[in-house]
């Protein structure tokens, strides 16, 4: 038997499969594998593990039995990540001409207390009726109310019997893995044994108080355990500066000094755990330079998404968040280069000057296979 943890995530990129110390590298995805049978099986099961990895999309999460059955979760760009209080309509109704990577349906901090139950109502009525593209944009995502407020049970009760589910599910303030644990047990239980789930659903993690920040790690490998025997999967880290900045007493500004060793700190954690990681909300909506820099400024620190607030926001963060011509032209060209190499029984080399190694040759897949995601979406909606 194997166990599986994911490693590095890229799409069809090269795999290392780690047994008993030594590495054996194959085309597909990037994992860890312990085989505890005897030597013979060993060999059988790295072929049948191989050929499984060959066909395995970014961000896979599925145990060595799941692979079988051909339950791989795919990457989603989420660049901009834009919150719609599902309590009004008006705004639900525009998400059509959103052009967003992700829409977030709010039952949270947007959704006054005594519209929370509308809000539930709204959700569920739209993912009842929802007919979705397979390749059209957006994301149909929810957040639902924390674990700690009491209300996420009945949200989950009334969203997740719908006819077709939202993709990804957003939990916020995670502040220990106990809040995870009864998330995944109880949202799992309401899904029900005999539902036909085709495709895990990603769980998107918020990181809203210092403990968050603290327990990130624990939490993160929680989840990627949890997901061996539920309907979800992690697959992104959100950071929710304003809670935090209320909790250590933090003044909230525009330039987010205040926040740069949590940014940086959050970015580290998601990428550890081949997470994505969204980047803060930038507040005044209406300063769009001051939205732009900051965008930028996060993109270069790793974080693959921005949360919004506003339509105007999502042209300035996607744009930011989408590689550049000559980024993809140096990522395409670098991957030449490397396959060619490789069929020359060479290992590291050197293109334009830089030495090139295994981390950068997977960071290259990644761009291209953004690139390609947003290109055949742009040409989707346009």
Same mark, same amino acid.
């Given at each position: 038997m194997a166990t599986f943890r994911p490693l590095l995530s890229s799409h069809s990129a090269t795999s290392i499969l780690n047994i008993n110390g030594r590495n054996f590298v194959v085309s597909g995805h990037v994992a860890e594998v312990s085989f505890r049978n005897d030597g013979s099986r060993k060999w059988t099961n790295?072929?049948?593990?191989?050929?499984?990895?060959?066909? @395995?999309?970014?961000?896979? !999460?599925? !145990?060595?039995?799941?692979?079988?059955?051909?339950?791989?979760?795919?990457?989603?760009?989420?660049?901009?990540?834009?919150?719609?209080?599902?309590?009004?309509?008006?705004?639900?109704?525009?998400?059509p001409t959103l052009g967003v990577d992700c829409v977030v349906f709010d039952c949270e901090d947007g959704v006054a207390v005594n519209k929370k139950e509308e809000a539930r109502n709204h959700i569920r009525k739209y993912l009842d009726n929802y007919s979705k593209n397979s390749s059209a944009r957006p994301e149909i995502t929810v957040r639902v109310n924390s674990v700690q407020s009491g209300l996420c049970q009945q949200d989950l009760e009334t969203i997740l019997p719908a006819r077709h589910l939202p993709s990804s599910i957003h939990v916020p303030k995670v502040d220990?893995?106990?809040?995870?644990?009864?998330?995944?047990?109880?949202?799992?239980?309401?899904?029900?044994?005999?539902?036909?789930?085709?495709?895990?659903?990603?769980?998107?993690?918020?990181?809203? $108080?210092?403990?968050?920040?603290? $327990?990130?790690?624990?939490? @993160?490998?929680?989840?990627?355990?949890?997901?061996?025997?539920?309907?979800?999967?992690?697959?992104?880290?959100?950071?929710?500066?304003d809670d935090y900045c209320a909790d250590i007493g933090a003044t909230r500004?525009?330039?987010?000094?205040?926040?740069?060793?949590?940014?940086? #700190?959050?970015?580290?954690?998601?990428?550890?755990?081949?997470?994505?990681?969204?980047?803060?909300?930038?507040?005044? #909506?209406?300063? !769009?330079?001051?939205?732009?820099?900051?965008?930028?400024?996060?993109a270069q620190m790793g974080f693959t998404g921005k949360q919004i607030i506003h339509p105007t926001q999502v042209p300035i963060c996607q744009e930011a968040f989408t590689p550049s011509l000559e980024k993809i032209e140096w990522a395409r060209e670098l991957i030449q280069g490397f396959e060619k190499h490789q069929k020359s029984g060479k290992g590291a080399f050197t293109f334009r000057g830089q030495m090139i190694?295994?981390?950068?040759?997977?960071?290259?897949?990644?761009?291209?296979?953004?690139?390609?995601?947003?290109?055949?979406?742009?040409? !989707?909606? $346009?």
């Open positions: 790295i072929r049948g593990f191989a050929k499984q990895l060959l066909q @395995c999309s970014s961000y896979s !999460t599925d !145990t060595p039995a799941e692979f079988t059955r051909g339950h791989f979760q795919k990457y989603i760009p989420r660049r901009a990540v834009m919150y719609v209080p599902a309590s009004d309509l008006r705004k639900i109704a525009k998400i220990g893995v106990d809040h995870l644990k009864w998330f995944t047990e109880t949202a799992t239980k309401i899904l029900g044994k005999g539902r036909n789930i085709h495709q895990k659903i990603n769980l998107i993690i918020f990181v809203e $108080s210092a403990m968050s920040l603290l $327990s990130l790690p624990h939490i @993160c490998q929680t989840a990627w355990d949890l997901s061996t025997k539920s309907h979800f999967v992690p697959d992104a880290v959100v950071f929710g500066s500004t525009n330039e987010a000094k205040e926040l740069l060793y949590a940014r940086q #700190y959050i970015v580290s954690v998601a990428k550890a755990f081949k997470l994505q990681a969204i980047d803060i909300v930038y507040i005044d #909506y209406k300063d !769009t330079e001051g939205l732009r820099k900051q965008a930028i400024e996060g190694d295994m981390p950068l040759v997977l960071q290259a897949r990644n761009i291209v296979q953004l690139a390609e995601i947003v290109e055949k979406a742009t040409a !989707t909606t $346009s």
